[in-house]
């Protein structure tokens, strides 16, 4: 008897005389002579129907199996004469694995709010649209990871404990191994302080120096007090960084990643796409269709400033040259005046980071963020300052110690190169692939103020 995941029998191109298919039961119905299960094994979206007739030994085994129940049905896989599917199987044996009791078990068979779901998230990837939401999530990694992979980026793994602050915005998890009340630093397990990376930019540098071209996916920790539907504390970062390169080139490889993936879960995911289309966003599929269709919008953020001030729109925060641009007005450029992805460049120095390279005014930077509908800020990324003169300079405006960066300093001492990366919010990323407007739903387990279950 060979066992098969559901999505192979269903796209099984003859039928089999002996298949066995395992999974969780969605629903059953007892008709006169005979039952139907509705089992899925989270291979795909789609249920494979199971006809169980009287006087089988699966019959027999029926007993108390319902919603929930985990099970093995072995038989013959043939053509449905029902609707909506091909395939079917036939049963003639059934195995129960584990019941689930329908006075407890909390997901029946109708639509559950997200609220409720996130509340029994270690149960919630049994349901349609988590199934969905997950497999794209997968298949995403992969489309990055093949999109790299074709330009020769080498994928490294920078430390996720680290002494510094890459972003300088001093949101960081404290790790230590001192005991409560405990002050000295000196004792503690690194003998210094030590924090939960926010970003692996620091050490991508490093290797791109090195290595050429580089990327890290993995997690980052922010903590951040926001409890907004974009922000988590733990959340995954995509940080290419490619030495040899400028501006241009980094906004190149933002949009060129990013259409990609979109491409990719187009052609790959087309099922749990639908879902999504037809639940969750209406027209998300030709949203994502029409944002590949055409390149990005670009302008510098002076640029932005003057759109913004002659919009006529009433923004909560005011807009203003030198002022950071909030979510509301990333979204309002991309979502409304030039209705795409829109890539957004040198920004005042004064509100990003030491690191991005100071531009001849002296008073912009070369950063891009790349700012998408519905959600704002996808992506932000620079060209790195690759002097040392000035890169110090930086390092003292901002209050800090260059002594404290006397590696990163080092990149600049021997064989400097204009180098530019960013960093792509993955969860984000997939808020816009599948119209997911919590990104507390686009994360298996999050993690936001105040929620640490599971
Ligand atoms: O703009 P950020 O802060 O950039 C950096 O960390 C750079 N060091 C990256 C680099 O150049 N290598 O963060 C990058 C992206 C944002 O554009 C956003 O998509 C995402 O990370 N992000 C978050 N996603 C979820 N929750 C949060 N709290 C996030 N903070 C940033
Ligand atoms: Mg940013």
């Known amino acids: 008897m060979e066992r098969i995941l559901i999505v192979e029998a269903l796209a099984a191109e003859a039928p089999r005389s002996a298949v066995t298919v395992c999974g969780w039961v969605r629903t059953r119905r007892d008709a006169k002579g005979f039952s139907f299960l509705e089992l899925n094994d989270g291979s795909c979206l789609a249920n494979i129907q199971c006809i169980v007739d009287a006087g089988t030994p699966a019959y027999e085994a029926l007993g108390e199996v319902n919603t929930g129940a985990a099970v093995s049905v072995s038989g013959a896989l043939v053509e449905s004469p029902g609707k909506g599917q091909r395939w079917e199987v036939r049963a003639g044996e059934l195995i129960v694995f584990g019941l689930a009791d329908q006075g407890t078990f909390p997901l029946q068979k109708k639509r559950h709010s997200d609220e409720f779901l996130r509340t029994i998230a270690h149960l919630r990837s049994r349901t349609n649209k988590y199934g969905a939401a997950f497999r794209i999530r997968s298949e995403t990694a992969l489309a990055v990871h093949d999109f790299f992979r074709s330009r020769h980026f080498a994928y490294v793994h920078t430390p996720l404990l680290t002494g510094s602050d890459c972003e300088g915005a001093g949101e960081m998890f404290r790790v230590t191994t001192l005991a409560p009340g405990e002050t000295r630093t000196d004792e503690d397990f690194f003998g210094r302080p030590c924090n939960l990376t926010v970003s692996g930019q620091l050490e991508a540098e490093a290797l791109a120096l090195g290595l050429g071209r580089v990327y890290t996916f993995g997690p980052t920790f922010r903590a951040e007090n926001s409890n907004t539907a974009r922000h988590a504390a733990e959340f995954w970062m995509i940080e290419p960084e490619m030495a ?211």
């Open 244 to 454: 040899f390169a400028d501006l241009q080139d980094d906004m190149e490889l933002g949009e060129g990643l990013t259409r990609h993936v979109i491409d990719h879960v187009l052609t790959r995911c087309g099922e749990d796409l639908a879902l999504f289309d037809k639940y969750v966003d209406k027209g998300l599929a030709d949203r994502l269709k029409s944002m590949i269709a055409r390149p990005f919008a670009r302008i510098s953020y002076g640029e932005a400033v003057g759109i913004l001030e002659d919009c006529g729109r009433e923004f909560e925060f005011p807009v203003a040259f030198g002022a950071d641009l909030q979510s509301e007005h990333e979204r309002y450029l991309a979502e409304e005046h030039f209705r795409r992805p829109v890539v957004v460049y040198d920004y005042p120095k004064a509100i990003k980071a030491f690191y991005m390279r100071l531009n001849d005014d002296d008073e912009t930077v070369a950063a891009m963020d790349v700012l998408v509908p519905r959600i704002g800020e996808l992506i932000g990324g620079s060209q790195r300052e690759e002097r040392l003169d000035v890169l110090e300079r930086r390092i003292r405006e901002m209050g800090q110690d260059p002594a404290d960066y006397w590696w990163y300093l080092d990149l600049r001492r021997f064989g400097s190169v204009p180098h530019a990366g960013f960093g792509l919010g993955f969860e984000r990323l997939l808020m816009l692939l599948t119209g997911i407007t919590n990104i507390r739903d686009v994360i298996p387990f999050p993690r936001t103020p105040g929620n640490l279950e599971f």
